[in-house]
């Protein structure tokens, strides 16, 4: 039978519904469609994931959307947002399979105000929609409105207002108090904030059940979540209220999709079961069966949740950029998966058979085939170039990999689990190795010592591996003062102190050789990170707004821009940090004397030389994106990041492997012919429509850019951005480097002088990473390795060999230390490479001269009758395997005779012993103490086995004592 509720209707009832509705009954345009935003949150370093359906909207939150952006105008928002939670702050990894309800990938559909409607429209639709058009029983709901915190002695209202408009639709008894905990949304411990209700509903029915809302009943459940954004919480815990009032809205999809459905879980609907179908399919295993806890007496239905809910999400993170790695997000995808595989292998195979690589990998296809519908970048997603059929290489790979050590780890865990059961606690160490040998993630290790009924020393494992699992956020150090422009400050710069957008035209207004104008300005605004003030205290860190400025704030990966602000009687604003919030341009910096006051007028003057050393790197930077895209055509060769500063550039891209040199050395040609040449770049705002339509087009991935967008372009074909834009087709365009990209950059690539690439590496699976330097750091760099190659060159000419082998050690070791060009380092090292093949086939030639020596005098030495013992000197430099050679012959030649050789190197650095004393000896002495009795003498010590040991020593000063030690020795034992 048909299912009246399917999962796609549910979700397309939703939007539609809130397309139908604004606060002008629908004459107003109702809610836009907001396409879903990606859950790898690119632009969002605070965020592992995108964990709620607001994340996208921040900055309308915030006050800081860029006027350009295509955030700013939106009045009304709704979509299903992707969200995962595992890891961070919201992590449900580690309770998913354990119930019927936990997910770490769910959809939230949302709809959003910004500034327009607020709580009587979103309580009224939210009843109407949960009502009227899904049907749902008006007696099984609840509501929840904030009680405050005023009654302990806080500063938070109850929302008697929302409580109001609760009593329209529900009695008294099902409108509910809700603490500041389960009632009080915030964005972070600072930012925007407010009330929020929440709607619950009884899946039974028929009985008051007032009691069990909030309290983890799973047939209690909330299925939605209205957030009245209204106040913003400032750095001292204190709370205004804000100007413009935003609704922000959240619905589990799941959730509400099972009650419609009516199942008693979300794992029971039409999100899950077809690929729990899947799932049996491809193992035989018996069909799912909802138990849970002791009732899964064999755990499969557990496993089942787990492999449903896992390749969900690895789907859909891999699809929009996410790949299995050791840091951050790409760590939590790799933990997921592994956790996945384990559960499957273990729980899901029936006796008999075999896990076979390509389990999860074969899953992909369905979870494609039930959300691709809704998300399409799931079939083909054009900003990380992923398909379907590359997400199942990635898991596939993945799971390869794994496997060749979860047996070996399973094993290895059975052995430290015995080890530590007294304890009842998997050791720090024990959990780490598990880590670092095996591949097993900590919440791995926990799950299998909790079916042993064990725990994990977890903060044993943390201290253990703190260098490995450090992620950095790019905070700054405790202490550290920090000012920025929230949505409070924003919000009164624009009403209250009518300050108007900074206008930072100008900041294009230069010469890039390094000169540019001054520019005068009037200042607008003055913070120190919580006051607006009148005039910039001396010696502190503050912020300055200015109604115009030429500075550059940091975006797109380039740094900002440095300088000072000065006035016409001599005081000099140093600006060390220039950053954007909103529609504001904040000069940080500090004042050392003289004074800077709100309307007071002031010179702007960037240090024009430091951003042309910026701009070289820029524009380099994307020589090096078109040159890569060159070199390893065929390959799709994506940007997943950059940083341009006056120092150096650094570039990651998407790429499977390490480039080989010839690679590098053929990309590195091309930038510098492009820079020899000295191509104009062309830069122009253009429509953001038509500059997309033109071939060869790059952009970022999870970049969101302006309307009109600047379009930055350069390249050995002569142009300009108006003919891009004229025949945006045209072949001649795919041999030039066409960005969007609102840097500031060089007018000519000959001013970058020069270009070397310094390092490649890889950072995560599949992304690589090119560091390089432009000017006179290239310059250098190649100078480094022109010297370096003389030293190599120089140590070509040592004869000695001891001495050559020596200067190959030292070469070694400082090669890597020094920066240099990245190419022809490499070739140093085969050099060196091949110097050290010269010293060991010298030493391979030597030793057979030496051992030839050694075996000479061994069958020629006169062994008078009756000798009860040998103690000899070898000439072999102290060679070990020369005296082995000799000690061979030597016993073929009198079996029965014990013998110890001793020889030193000619440079007093090396002593080499070694002592045999034969079966029929044995009880007379140990071949060890003979040994030592003698390198005692020179600092050195030996080992083996009573009838044959060795050693060595460092020196041979005390020579001479040793032989006379081993005569001793002998004289003593073996009379």
């Known amino acids: 039978m048909a299912l009246e509720w399917p999962a796609a209707k549910v979700r397309s009832t939703f939007i539609e519904f809130f397309q139908s509705k604004d606060e002008k009954e629908g004459k107003d345009g109702g809610h836009t469609f907001w396409p879903s935003s990606g859950v790898v949150p690119f632009d969002d370093p605070t965020l592992l994931f995108t964990n709620a359906g607001m994340n996208q909207f921040k900055p309308i939150f915030m006050g800081t959307v860029d006027p350009k952006s295509p955030l700013a105008p939106l009045k009304r928002a709704a979509n299903s947002q992707k969200c995962i939670r595992a890891g961070g702050k919201h992590n449900d990894l580690d309770d998913v399979g354990k119930d019927v309800y936990h997910h770490t990938f769910f959809e939230m559909l949302g709809n959003w105000s910004f500034a327009t409607y607020f709580k009587k429209e979103a309580i009224s639709w939210a009843w109407e929609l949960l009502t009227k058009v899904y049907g749902l029983a008006p007696d099984r709901l609840y509501a929840t409105y904030c009680e405050g915190d005023v009654h302990k002695g806080g500063i938070v209202e109850p929302d008697e207002e929302t409580r109001q408009l609760w009593l329209q639709f529900l009695p008294e008894d099902r409108v509910l108090k809700g603490n500041m905990k389960d009632n009080f949304w915030e964005m972070g411990e600072t930012g925007p904030c407010g009330p929020c209700t929440e709607l619950h509903y009884d899946r039974i029915g028929g009985r008051q059940v007032a009691h069990l809302v909030n309290q983890d009943d799973p047939n209690v459940l909330e299925i939605w979540n209205l957030v009245f954004i209204q106040m913003f919480r400032n750095k001292d815990q204190s709370l205004t209220m804000l100007p413009g009032k935003h609704v922000d809205t959240g619905m589990g999809m799941e959730r509400i999709t099972s009650i419609l459905q009516q199942k008693m879980s979300n794992y029971d609907t039409d999100i899950f079961t077809p690929i729990f179908s899947a799932i049996q399919a491809k193992t035989g295993i018996r069909p799912y069966s909802g138990k849970v806890g002791k009732d899964d007496v064999d755990g499969v239905d557990m496993a089942y949740r787990v492999v449903a809910d896992h390749i969900r999400t690895l789907t859909i993170a891999i699809t929009d950029g996410a790949i299995p790695g050791n840091e951050g997000r790409n760590y939590v995808i790799r933990r997921i998966l592994r956790r996945g595989v384990r559960y499957a292998r273990q729980y899901l195979y029936p006796a008999g058979t075999n896990y076979e690589p390509g389990f999860f990998a074969g899953l992909t296809s369905k979870v494609v085939e039930i959300l691709g519908g809704a998300f399409p970048e799931l079939q083909n997603n054009p900003g990380t170039n992923m398909t379907p059929e590359k997400v199942a290489q990635v898991i596939l790979e993945e799971e390869v990999s794994f496997l060749r050590t979860l047996d070996k780890g399973i094993s290895q865990f059975e052995k430290f689990a015995a080890e530590d059961k007294a304890s009842g606690k998997i050791s720090g160490p024990h959990a780490f190795m598990l880590y670092d040998t095996f591949g097993f993630p900590l919440d791995l290790t926990v799950l299998m010592a909790e079916e042993k009924g064990m725990v994990v020393d977890k903060a044993g494992y943390e201290e253990c591996m703190a260098e490995q699992r450090a992620r950095s956020r790019g905070e700054g150090k405790a202490g550290d003062k920090v000012i920025t422009l929230e949505a409070e400050q924003t919000d009164k710069l624009a009403k209250e102190l009518a300050v108007s957008p900074t206008d930072d035209s100008s900041k294009f207004s230069w010469v890039s050789k390094g000169s540019g104008p001054r520019v005068p300005a009037t200042v607008k605004a003055v913070y120190d990170g919580k006051n607006f003030l009148q005039e910039a205290p001396e010696g502190e860190l503050v912020g300055v707004v200015t109604d115009v400025t030429p500075f550059y704030a940091e975006s797109g990966g380039q740094l900002f821009d440095t300088g000072k602000i000065t006035t016409a009687d001599g005081t000099v604003f140093v600006v060390s940090n220039v950053q954007k919030f909103g529609a504001y341009i904040l000069h940080i910096g500090s004042l050392n004397s003289g004074s800077i006051k709100v309307g007071g007028k002031v010179d702007m003057e960037v240090d024009f030389e430091r951003r042309a050393l910026c701009a070289a790197n820029h524009t380099s930077t994307h020589l090096l994106n078109w040159a890569l895209r060159k070199v390893l055509a065929g390959h799709q060769i994506d940007q997943r990041g950059s ?72 390249g050995p074909v002569a142009h300009t951005i108006n003919d891009l834009l004229a025949t945006p087709d045209k072949e001649d365009w795919m041999r030039l480097s066409v960005e969007f990209c609102g840097g500031t950059h060089m007018d000519n690539t000959a001013e970058a002088g020069t270009f070397t690439i310094i390092s490649e590496e890889g950072t995560a699976k599949g992304v690589r990473r090119l560091t390089a330097y432009t000017r006179e750091a290239a310059r250098a760099a190649q100078d480094a390795a022109a010297e370096f190659e003389k030293r190599v060159d120089s140590a070509g000419e040592i004869k000695d060999v001891a001495a050559l082998d020596a200067e190959i050690s030292a070469m070694r070791m400082d090669v890597d230390a020094v920066v240099m060009d990245y190419v022809r380092k490499d070739g140093i090292k085969k050099k060196i490479d091949a110097l050290k093949d010269r010293v060991l086939a010298a030493e391979k030639e030597q030793l057979k001269i030496k051992t030839e020596a050694a075996v000479q005098w061994a069958e020629t030495l006169t062994v008078a009758e009756g000798t009860r013992y040998l103690v000899q000197v070898v000439d072999v430099d102290g060679d070990t395997k020369a005296v082995d050679a000799a000690m061979k012959a030597l016993n073929a030649r009198v079996p029965e005779l014990p013998v110890i050789l001793l020889s030193r190197s000619a440079g007093g650095d090396k002593v080499s012993g070694l002592a045999v004393v034969p079966a029929s000896r044995a009880a007379q002495a140990d071949a060890r103490e003979w040994v030592n009795a003698a390198l005692e003498h020179c600092g050195g010590k030996g080992g083996g086995k009573p009838d044959r040991a060795q050693g060595a020593a460092k020196d041979a000063a005390g020579f001479d004592k040793a032989v006379k030690a081993a005569q001793d020795f002998a004289a003593a034992k073996l009379k």
């Open 643 to 714: 940083i341009v500063g006056p120092d150096k550039l650094r570039f990651d891209f998407s790429y499977g492997k390490p480039l080989k040199t010839e690679e590098l050395d053929e990309v590195q040609t091309l930038v510098r012919e492009l820079i020899r040449t000295g191509s104009p770049v062309q830069r122009q705002e253009v429509a953001l429509a038509a500059a997309k339509q033109v071939k060869t087009l790059r952009a970022v991935f999870g970049e969101v850019y302006p309307d009109p967008v600047r379009v930055v372009s350069v």
